[in-house]
T-cell receptor, first 118, second 114 residues
Framework: DAKTTQPPSMDCAEGRAANLPCNHSTISGNEYVYWYRQIHSQGPQYIIHGLKNNETNEMASLIITEDRKSSTLILPHATLRDTAVYYCIVRVDPLERYSGGSNYKLTFGKGTLLTVNP | DSGVTQTPKHLITATGQRVTLRCSPRSGDLSVYWYQQSLDQGLQFLIQYYNGEERAKGNILERFSAQQFPDLHSELNLSSLELGDSALYFC?????????????FGPGTRLTVL
């Protein structure tokens, strides 16, 4: 899986949009971008994923650059409960077969600690 | 609530001992994953089972083993425990072969080795 680079920490004011960047310059054509978050010592929580088109769900939006070398997770109206470590993960299509390993595991980096301030 | 349950929530034991962590996946999920989170190593994938069969191994020590039972619950066995095994152990599950996009994580078991 390609490696990702995220800033170690970010601050955001409550009610404002939080934009979390991720660089994945070595991403391959068959690799997806996933975002998970982990609220203090709880189990990680899936947020969103995408291949090359922008994606939106009830939690967030994912913007992937045209060259797919970076992406931004957007929390449109951050709340105090959004304070967490956000992980950007690049992973091959789980349904694509290849030898030598698992398509299904998640490889977590250090993530970005987002602190939402009142 | 993710629907994944893990027991116990906390476990305190001594070096050299053996413990078993238990995970019940979401109803209908066939895949179970185990992850270890320690302060120095972060979140690391250990092992995956699908419908009772081992599918992938990550950075799992030889002192550790796991299995998935016919009712799909899974157990992670940790033996000859060392101080460095102190960590949060998470179990996650996902739907069958057709959907791997989202893994649902349990609340974790915090293991403290004294």
């Amino acid at each position: 899986d390609a490696k990702t680079t995220q800033p170690p920490s970010m601050d955001c004011a409550e009610g404002r949009a939080a934009n979390l960047p991720c660089n994945h310059s070595t991403i391959s054509g068959n690799e997806y971008v996933y975002w998970y978050r982990q609220i203090h010592s709880q189990g990680p929580q899936y947020i969103i994923h995408g291949l090359k088109n922008n994606e939106t769900n009830e939690m967030a939006s994912l913007i992937i650059t045209e060259d797919r070398k970076s992406s931004t997770l957007i929390l449109p109206h951050a709340t105090l409960r959004d304070t967490a470590v956000y992980y950007c993960i690049v992973r091959v299509d789980p349904l694509e077969r290849y030898s030598g390993g698992s398509n299904y595991k998640l490889t977590f980096g250090k993530g970005t600690l987002l602190t939402v301030n009142p | 609530d993710s629907g994944v349950t893990q027991t116990p929530k906390h476990l305190i034991t001594a070096t050299g001992q053996r413990v078993t962590l238990r995970c019940s996946p979401r109803s209908g999920d066939l895949s179970v994953y185990w992850y270890q989170q320690s302060l120095d190593q972060g979140l690391q994938f250990l092992i995956q089972y699908y419908n009772g069969e081992e599918r992938a191994k990550g950075n799992i020590l030889e002192r550790f083993s796991a299995q998935q039972f016919p009712d799909l619950h899974s157990e992670l066995n940790l033996s000859s425990l060392e101080l460095g095994d102190s960590a949060l152990y998470f179990c996650a599950s996902s739907a069958g072969q057709g959907s791997y996009n989202e893994q649902f994580f349990g609340p974790g078991t915090r293991l403290t080795v004294l």
